[in-house]
């Protein structure tokens, strides 16, 4: 489908100019009905920027090369046109393919997006080497937000602060003005990334909160720590991951710890979203493979309210 086409069918199903909705917490931001931006936004912890209380993930549709039948770039300006200000990506979704597609609308639209990337590697040398090749897919000269990437059980998280280690190099390119922010990702063990976080002061964490019960440990010994250093918290995850594995309808996936949250009981795609505006968090990150699903999702934010703590309770019992 031609970008055009793509936008127009968008269009007809409603998702640009439906009206912004009612407040979703008075943490939040309303914007005037009908406007490029008429999600609501929040605050991204102590950085004093306002962001989407959704933000386009960088895998499933986004890292997919353009075809006749899908088109990355125009799945990302229906998000930007719709409201979304936060893109998610990494070098490591699909080789560099997902920086790429978004790379087609920030040359156009950058100043539009608060942006994100990430790298896996742990030294001053090979972070440096990341961002550059980053840039370059991204078509910019910074990024908003430089995250390390995946913090694992293998991590040694106090190398990462020495004149070689990775964070070293994050804060020489915050002086450089490369990136405005740093962060922290990870989604293997609420302990390991509680450490790093008291350690070292980022300005985010993205990790991954859902109703399931082995996610429990990062909703009740993460979140709380990231909240009380005041750090953007941005959720991933709140589908069970892969193909959506918690969403009512959506086929089973075989469970790849730490990627994938089955479950016997599943839930509609709005509740799961409900569910993780409920938490002290500044913005959920939704992978999306169509306009159908993008559009269904931003309408889930937009006129429907976060859950309160008993419907979040009731929602963990019945996912289990």
């Given at each position: ?63 997919l090369p353009p075809s006749k039948d899908h088109d990355p770039a125009a799945l990302a300006e229906l998000a930007l046109d719709s409201g979304i200000t936060y893109f998610d990506t990494a070098p490591s979704y699909n080789n ?225």
């Open positions: 489908m031609k970008r055009r086409e793509f936008i127009k069918a968008a269009a007809a199903a409603g998702i640009i100019g439906l009206d912004a909705g009612r407040l979703i917490s008075g943490s939040e931001t309303r914007v005037e009905p009908g406007t490029p931006q008429s999600l609501p936004q929040r605050q991204l912890g102590k950085t004093g920027v306002k962001v989407s209380v959704l933000a386009l993930g960088g895998v499933i549709g986004m890292q560099g393919q997902s920086e790429t597609n978004y790379g087609q609308v920030l040359a156009r639209r950058r100043n539009e997006v608060f942006l994100t990337t990430k790298t896996q590697d742990r030294t001053y040398d090979g972070a440096m080497r990341s961002i550059e090749q980053s840039l370059k897919r991204l078509r910019t000269d910074h990024v908003d937000l430089y995250q390390v990437h995946g913090m694992n059980f293998q991590d040694r998280h106090e190398a990462w602060g020495k004149p070689d280690g990775v964070l070293t190099a994050m804060q020489k390119l915050r002086e450089q003005k490369v990136t405005r922010f740093i962060g922290l990702t990870g989604h293997e063990d609420a302990e390991i990334l509680r450490r790093a976080i008291e350690l070292y002061e980022f300005d985010t964490l993205l990790t991954t909160l859902n109703p399931v019960s082995r996610r429990r440990q990062f909703r009740e010994k993460l979140l709380p720590v990231a909240n009380q250093k005041k750090m953007g918290v941005i959720a991933m995850k709140l589908m069970g991951g892969g193909n959506g594995c918690l969403v009512k309808g959506n086929p089973s996936k075989t469970l790849i710890q730490p990627f994938h949250d089955d479950t016997s009981n599943q839930a509609e795609a709005e509740s799961l979203i409900r569910y993780t505006l409920g938490l002290p968090i500044s913005v959920a990150v939704i992978g999306v493979a169509s306009a159908a699903q993008l559009t269904a999702n931003i309408r889930a934010a937009r006129e429907t309210q976060p859950m309160t703590s008993e419907e979040q309770w009731d929602l963990e019992r019945l996912i289990g």
